[in-house]
């Protein structure tokens, strides 16, 4: 993994590895080298003139190979659709909310953005009534005793969302300038697995997924710890 012909200087960089490995996490993940982060070149993370990984994030994606979004400890990350299924599969048979009420308010926003197809954040707010008197309300209702804006974040139940890969990243979209230049921070639009590619489910039970994604990362990473390849795996 510390081959420097490996590294990535393009987007066809990036998506050329996620193909190859079939996980890739976005940042350091305790697997020395196994991340985009590390795999940079270094003049790339973070430059001023030129684009990088933060850059190519939307076009990677939009190439239609390769699925993004919190799915590795929380954690931001690419899967190839050759492996997609499987993790899918392995993730939607877990709990990721802690109680009933917390399962609850993530189906809430859930049924939300498969009721518009794809949502950003701000839109949900809308959407769920978090914004007082501004724009539609949702199909969906809140939840008994939702608490107001400012004491729901959607952030954590986004990433348990997609921790379970019942939703994934389709996009980022940018403000513009006067010159039509895209600028400062994407904001990510979410929408579900198959909304974006389709029927994912494989014909094998969730436990025989696992062993497939286990053993595919036994064979890449042989002496890293068994937590390690757990907490990937999720």
Request: a negative charge; glycine letters at 8%; hydrophobic letters at 35%.
């Amino acid at each position: 993994m510390e081959n420097t012909d490996k590294w990535i200087y393009t987007d066809m960089d990036m998506e050329r590895r996620v193909l190859e490995l079939g996980f890739l996490p976005f940042f350091r993940c305790g697997i020395r080298g196994f991340s985009i982060e590390e795999m940079t070149a270094p003049e790339l993370w973070f430059s001023d003139e030129e684009d990088g990984p933060w850059e190519w994030k939307g076009p990677v994606i939009r190439e239609g190979h390769c699925a993004y979004g919190k799915m590795f400890n929380k954690k931001a990350g690419y899967v190839s659709l050759e492996w997609l299924p499987d993790l899918l599969n392995y993730r939607r048979s877990r709990h990721y909310a802690k109680d009933e009420d917390t399962a609850a308010l993530d189906d809430v926003v859930l049924q939300t953005i498969i009721s518009e197809g794809s949502t950003t954040v701000k839109e949900l707010r809308r959407l769920l009534g978090f914004v007082k008197g501004r724009g539609r309300k949702s199909a969906y209702e809140p939840v008994d005793d939702m608490p107001e804006v400012g004491k729901v974040s959607l952030e954590p139940i986004l990433t348990r969302l997609m921790m379970g890969l019942r939703v994934v990243i389709a996009d980022f979209e940018y403000n513009v300038d006067k010159h039509g230049r895209p600028y400062g921070w994407g904001v990510a639009r979410y929408t579900t697995p198959e909304a974006l590619y389709g029927n994912m489910r494989p014909n094998r039970t969730p436990e025989n997924s696992f062993e497939r994604i286990y053993g595919h990362l036994r064979s890449l990473f042989p002496d890293a710890p068994e937590k390690r390849i757990m907490d990937l795996i999720g």
